[in-house]
């Protein structure tokens, strides 16, 4: 941790030293560590000691709280295995309610729709370069550049 780091920085890296290879951790957490400076060292242990980003969904749009927060949620799911493919998903309005089963479905098979806009990455992000996951669309063309 470092700088003025949120306490849940310390939980995932726990979380993440506790894992057993093709193990699966997954937070539904604020997703500022994903690019502020504070997230810096945690995003460098993940991708430098054994784990891949598998599935991030980032939640901006979606009313998640009974009310208004200033911390925006993202699930990241991350396992301790050597890295693939990623799925950055953007959620929309309406997801709080849709089928769990076709949530699932639109993110296996990296498809958008009116409550889920998705991308898959052949690859991820290395050292403690911010991740920037709140458009796929957006990472799709910074990736590409």
């Known amino acids: 941790m470092r700088g003025r780091a949120d306490i849940y920085v310390a939980f995932y890296q726990a979380a993440l030293m506790q894992l057993k290879p093709g193990g699966v951790c997954a937070y539904i957490c604020a997703d500022r560590w994903l690019l502020n400076e504070y997230g810096a060292g945690l995003r460098n242990f993940i991708t430098t000691q054994g784990f891949a980003v598998r599935t991030i969904i980032e939640s901006h749009e979606v009313a998640a709280f009974e009310s208004e927060v200033s911390a ?13 493919p990623v799925v950055v998903a953007k959620a ?5 309610i849709a089928d769990r089963a076709h949530v699932l479905d639109l993110i296996a098979g990296a498809r ?8 898959r990455f052949p690859d991820w992000f290395h050292g403690d370069e911010p991740w920037p996951c709140s458009s796929p669309e957006a990472l799709q063309l910074l990736k590409r550049a």
């Open 112 to 119: 958008s729709d009116a409550i889920l806009r998705v991308a």
């Open 72 to 84: 925006y949620p993202a699930v990241t799911i991350i396992a301790h295995e050597s890295q693939g």
């Open 92 to 96: 929309l309005p309406g997801i709080e």
